[in-house]
């Protein structure tokens, strides 16, 4: 499994422009590679209990993607990426800390 998943910490703002507040695990797209490509990766984050992240808020969280070739030169600390429901932009992620590899 460790193989299968690469751990960072990142600092997940979520637009202003949504409607709705984020809340326990939330599973969105994640684009590493610009708004017109359709290329993403699957990252699970998991907000404390209790916590939600509401439209134009911010937060640090540990998100877990799944791994894949190239992925190494994509996840590093200061990387920006973006935050998708299906083609919809809702975020900016940056990577704080990669924890694991």
């Not at 610009?34 to 404390?48: A, Q, V």
Request: proline share 7%; glycine share 10%.
């Amino acid at each position: 499994m460790k193989d299968e998943i690469v751990v960072a910490r990142a600092r997940v703002h979520l637009l202003s422009t949504i409607k709705s507040s984020r809340r326990g695990k939330y599973s969105p797209n994640h684009n590493f590679f610009g708004p017109n490509n359709l290329d993403m990766t699957i990252g699970f984050m998991e907000f404390p209990e209790g916590v939600e992240l509401r439209p134009g808020e911010s937060i640090e969280v540990p998100i877990s993607f799944w791994n894949w070739p190239g992925i190494e030169n994509e996840i590093y600390p200061g990387r920006e990426w973006r935050i998708q429901e299906g083609l919809k932009l809702v975020g900016i992620g940056t990577i704080v800390e990669v924890v694991t590899s």
